[in-house]
């Protein structure tokens, strides 16, 4: 649904200002999911996508073992190619469905991550509270994958070396203090605790209470941290918005209770007793010259003090998206410079 709030023109005159569209978009399903896991012999076509870590302390496998990928092409409801400068996410709800019953204890707080190493490390602490969180990031690649070219079936690792820390093509991947992007798959091996993009939590739901089967969790994404709303305007200028849910849920090798939810293949989301991920969207649109940056119809000295301001970061000055106010940035202000 798309609400035209802003289109100024004055009555015959051939340019016109900026107008801006909110578009209020929701997609039941994801184009693509995949359990992001070094033993899934069967990528894109399994039912239940599980979340897991592995054994504190090991050396082998990501901290982040099972991690569950899923990406939403957002054309046609958002138009792609506005340039990323001209995206603002109000808000934005994930959601996934518990395909397994009173198998796990909900938790919607962040475990710091001395949770999450070995018993004999210095580091330790106990668990504060009862169970362990999914948390929701965004997605990196690596070895040649983008978001572009990313699919369902596509190789965990290249070469493969699935029992390796760091080698999956696709990854949970969040931003540092300097708004970069990191891997976040060893957050407890490399000793910090990662920015999620969001945390789930269940209505009318307890915490430490065991999920029930169907239960639905949703992931109200941080949109007023400004890398986050740098990589979903990116993903949306480009098409396509991939998320990573991930979780530390202890297990054993072989074993232990960790929580699965359903994919888009599983055999009852075509007769609605099931549900895959779905995406909710609130999108401001402006339309205007990717060199006017504030959308006021020239470029002008707004346009150059946004590129200085940011400088070296993302964010508004960030013309091209991506995810570097640069040189590149500069020049497209300048070449559309209003005399």
């Not at 891997?183 to 209505?203: A, H, Q, T, Y």
């Not at 999920?211 to 098409?239: E, K, R």
């Not at 396509?240 to 074993?255: M, N, R």
Request: charged share 10%; net charge negative; glycine share 8%.
């Amino acid at each position: 649904m798309r609400l035209h709030i802003a289109s100024t023109c004055l009555i015959l005159l051939v340019s016109c200002a900026a107008s801006a569209d909110t578009i209020h978009a929701t997609y039941p399903s994801p184009t693509l999911d995949r359990w992001m896991y070094p033993f899934n012999a069967t990528p894109g076509t399994r039912p239940v996508i599980s979340t897991f870590g592995s054994i504190p302390g090991a050396p082998e496998f990501d901290s982040r073992d099972g991690q569950f990928v899923m990406a939403f092409s957002t054309p046609p409801q958002v138009p792609a190619g506005l340039g990323a400068s001209h995206y603002t996410i109000t808000s934005a709800r994930v959601t996934i469905e518990y395909a397994n019953d009173l198998v796990v204890a909900y938790d919607p707080t962040q475990d710091p991550w001395q949770v999450f190493v070995a018993s004999t490390d210095p580091a330790y602490i106990a668990d504060p509270d009862i169970g362990q969180p999914i948390e929701l990031f965004g997605c990196g690649f690596r070895n040649g994958f983008t978001a572009t070219n990313f699919v369902e079936t596509s190789a965990y690792s290249t070469p493969p070396n699935p029992m390796a820390p760091s080698v999956r093509n696709a990854f949970a991947m969040s931003f540092n203090a300097t708004g970069a992007p990191i891997d976040v798959s060893n957050s407890p091996r490399e000793r910090f605790d990662p920015l999620p993009f969001g945390i789930g939590k269940i209505f009318g739901l307890s915490p430490g209470l065991l999920v029930p089967m169907g239960s639905t969790m949703f992931f109200d994404l941080n949109v007023s941290h400004p890398a986050i709303q740098q990589y979903l305007a990116s993903s949306l200028d480009a098409g396509k918005l991939f998320f990573v849910a991930t979780s530390l849920t202890f297990v054993e090798q072989q074993g232990g209770n960790f929580p699965a939810f359903y994919a888009k293949e599983h055999a009852l989301v075509p007769l609605m007793l099931a549900h895959p991920a779905t995406l909710e969207l609130h999108v401001t649109t402006t339309t205007c010259a990717p060199s006017d940056i504030n959308c006021d119809g020239t470029t002008n000295g707004f346009d150059l003090s946004a590129i200085l301001s940011n400088w070296g970061l993302p964010g508004a000055g960030d013309v091209n998206g991506d995810g570097t106010t640069d040189g590149l940035d500069l020049a497209t202000v300048l070449s559309g410079w209003t005399p």
